[in-house]
């Protein structure tokens, strides 16, 4: 457990209670209470002034106390859908590196691809559409990234420790573009703009659903990833330029094997689950469920045992469910209509790309301030959303684009959890994240402004 910063403690709560003195956007005394709890929270999980979950039942207490939100509404999250899919995907996961045959044959194909700097830089992106298919969580495929990688390259001198940290710095900045192409890409994230946005609006599931999602963001996503390959290639060049054939190491470990049967089983059985996630809108079968089956037959065929369940992370879980309860009990006590009629003043009434930019821009900023991608979209989602469907806007779009932004723009580790973990290994450091985030929050306007919106204009799902 980490210990408590008093001192942060001593600015957030006045700060906190000094909003709802002020009251600003004249709430009754209900809404300046879940109001000036979910600033005091949102400073809580940046500054890490007291553990997560201690801010997160801080926050579900205030939730179930002063506002309109049933009991049951809130904690009944905890079993659905997007929960059951987190634990078992995250189990599928731990199978799947259990077997070692991903790290296996990504070691192999780094290994035969590495001595050339452009093709060492290129792979990720390629793995990292390849192991969406095989391994459902993010988090698990930058593990094995970063750790084929950091195995891979060894280093002499400070000149080719910058470019390893710069070659896996890019690994990461892969995996984080290509499951944009797939709305299952990233079970945490991805799931989390879609199930934000069908509470407001149950017709943006049906949108974003596994076709419907590909068909609006892999093209983009693959301009995307070229922007993001060229802007680590320039950023770090200097860095770069150090990197050598010589620094790949020679002397490969030995890999862990498993049974061939054990192999060709978890090829089978995420073949399966990718069908029946790729199909589901015919089928209508909940992701969780074709998950869930492959976990089972994963424990009778001993991949998985009992002590794998700890791999299921109780924090994320509870932070989850906290963050999905944010935009639905703001709405049902009225918050989010006060803060819509506000920006309604505020924000020009234009039917343009450039209105479309400052959603974007606002998002940018709000994610700059909560920091977690999850919590940001959780705030934003629930006010832009109304406001922009009232204009017209197709609410699929403004769901992409607030998820794009929080996706790929970010200053520093608590602005995204993926890249975090490379600052948590070591393998970079926060000052990577900085240089390429500052540069992002002009690529991304840019890539919104030449690339994404043009392309739903042509899909005739935009209309500008």
């Known amino acids: 457990m980490k210990k408590i910063k008093f001192f942060h403690l001593a600015v957030i709560i006045p700060v906190s209670i000094l909003i709802t003195v002020i009251n600003p956007l004249n709430l009754d005394l209900n809404q300046k209470i879940l109001v000036s709890a979910l600033v005091m929270t949102t400073a809580l999980w940046v500054t890490e002034a007291v553990h997560k979950t201690i801010a997160c039942i801080f926050l579900l207490f205030i939730f179930s106390v002063f506002g309109k ?259 639905k009990v703001l709405t049902q006590a009225g918050v989010t209509s006060v803060i819509f009629t506000s920006l309604q003043t505020l924000i020009p009434d234009v039917n343009s790309s450039l209105y479309l930019l400052i959603i974007a821009a606002v998002t940018m900023i709000m994610h700059i301030c909560i920091g977690s991608s999850v919590a940001t979209m959780s705030v934003v989602l629930p006010i832009i959303l109304p406001l922009t469907v009232s204009l017209g806007y197709n609410p699929a779009i403004i769901t992409l684009i607030s998820y794009i932004v929080v996706n790929i723009h970010f200053l520093l580790p608590f602005h995204h959890v993926i890249a975090m973990i490379g600052t948590a290994k070591e393998y970079y450091s926060d000052k990577h994240m900085l240089r390429f985030g500052i540069v992002m929050t002009i690529i991304t306007l840019v890539l919104l402004w030449a690339v994404y919106i043009p392309w739903w204009k042509f899909l005739r799902v935009l209309s500008l």
């Open 69 to 327: 939100t049933k009991l049951y509404g809130i904690v009944s999250f905890a079993w659905s859908d997007t929960i059951l899919l987190v634990i078992t995907t995250t189990l599928l996961s731990v199978g799947i590196m259990k077997t070692g045959i991903v790290h296996k044959y990504a070691k192999r194909i780094f290994t035969g691809n590495s001595f050339k700097i452009f093709k060492l830089l290129i792979l990720p992106y390629i793995l990292g559409i390849v192991l969406v298919f095989l391994i459902p969580q993010a988090f698990a495929r930058v593990i094995i990234i970063g750790a084929v990688l950091n195995d891979l390259i060894i280093t002499a001198n400070d000149s080719e420790k910058k470019a390893k940290q710069a070659i896996i710095f890019n690994g990461f900045i892969a995996v984080t573009v290509t499951y944009m192409f797939f709305n299952s890409g990233d079970i945490v994230l991805n799931q989390a703009a879609v199930n934000f946005a069908s509470d407001l609006n149950p017709e943006v599931k049906e949108a974003l659903n596994f076709s419907g999602w590909f068909k609006l963001m892999a093209l983009p996503s693959i301009i995307t990833s070229c922007v993001c390959f060229f802007t680590v290639y320039f950023i770090f060049y200097k860095d770069l330029k150090h990197f050598s054939g010589s620094m790949i190491s020679s002397c490969n470990t030995r890999d862990k094997e498993d049974s061939k049967s054990k192999e060709l089983a978890s090829f089978c059985i995420m073949g399966g689950i990718i069908i029946l996630w790729a199909t589901q809108s015919i089928h209508r079968i909940p992701y969780w469920i074709p998950a869930g089956i492959g976990v089972l037959i994963m424990f009778a065929l001993k991949s998985l045992n009992f002590s794998d369940l700890k791999s299921v992370n109780f924090h994320l879980l509870l932070f989850l469910i906290t963050v999905f309860n944010i935009g």
